[in-house]
């Protein structure tokens, strides 16, 4: 049975769902689309986060180079270090 992506419109017979912490579930023809409509963005350079990305009081971002610049106090004492904390 063909179900339509929810991004991009596709009928597609090998489409998925995906249901999130809060109970939405949506339908996606490519981890393309599931990107573009899940993903957040950098709260500095609008990038898409795939990976784990850094997080600073509530605010998201793709690195710790953004993080820095993104103009809260904590932001700047993340460093380009793997495990590494504000402190």
């Not at 419109?9 to 409509?37: H, I, L, P």
């Not at 850094?54 to 971002?61: L, Y």
């Amino acid at each position: 049975m063909n179900q339509t992506c929810d991004v991009c419109g596709n009928d597609y017979w090998m489409a998925f769902e995906v249901r999130t912490v809060t109970g939405d579930v949506y339908t996606f023809d490519s981890f393309e689309c599931a990107v573009q409509k899940l993903a957040p963005r950098c709260e500095h350079c609008e990038c898409r986060i795939l990976g784990h990305g850094v997080e600073v009081e509530g605010r998201f971002f793709c690195c710790a180079h953004c993080a820095r610049q993104g103009a809260t106090p904590l932001g700047t004492q993340i460093r380009d270090t793997v495990g590494a904390l504000p402190g």
